[in-house]
């Protein structure tokens, strides 16, 4: 059964870092690329950033670039979202979501391009 957990959200003032990690199983995790996406209370599911099955491409939506890094350990089913100097306005549920190696003409940041989804994990940066 296709699982992503998400994990490593809680409370941060701004500027500070937390490091989010969503592990995955029951598929082909090494074949499938990782978004991460966030949404906040009143407002739409954004995507925050993308990285292919074995690392090669990463993209980022343009309100983290520059504080956010995401990586991959295929060998522990895992992807990580690095969050560093954080603001206020980065409070959301912060969701995991596999896609899988099919062609797809649209963005990165599109939710129907990903099959899988985590639960999410709430990140709350505020003094």
């Known amino acids: 059964q296709p699982q992503l957990v998400e994990s490593g959200g809680g409370l941060v003032q701004p500027g500070g870092s937390l490091r989010l990690s969503c592990v995955a199983s029951?598929?082909?995790?090494?074949?499938?690329?990782i978004g991460w996406f966030r949404q906040a209370p009143g407002k739409e599911r954004e995507g925050v950033s993308y990285?292919?099955?074995?690392?090669?491409?990463?993209n980022y939506a343009d309100s983290v670039k520059d504080r956010f890094a995401i990586s991959r350990d295929n060998a522990e089913y895992t992807v990580y979202l690095q969050m560093d100097n954080l603001k206020p306005e980065d409070t959301a549920a912060y969701y995991c979501?596999?896609?899988?190696?099919?062609?797809?003409?649209?963005?990165?940041?599109?939710?129907?391009?990903?099959?899988?989804w985590g639960k999410g994990t709430q990140v709350t940066v505020s003094s």
């Open positions: 979501a596999a896609a899988p190696p099919v062609f797809y003409s649209g963005g990165w940041y599109f939710a129907s391009r990903y099959d899988y």
């Open positions: 029951g598929f082909a995790f090494d074949s499938y690329a």
């Open positions: 990285i292919s099955f074995n690392g090669g491409i990463t």
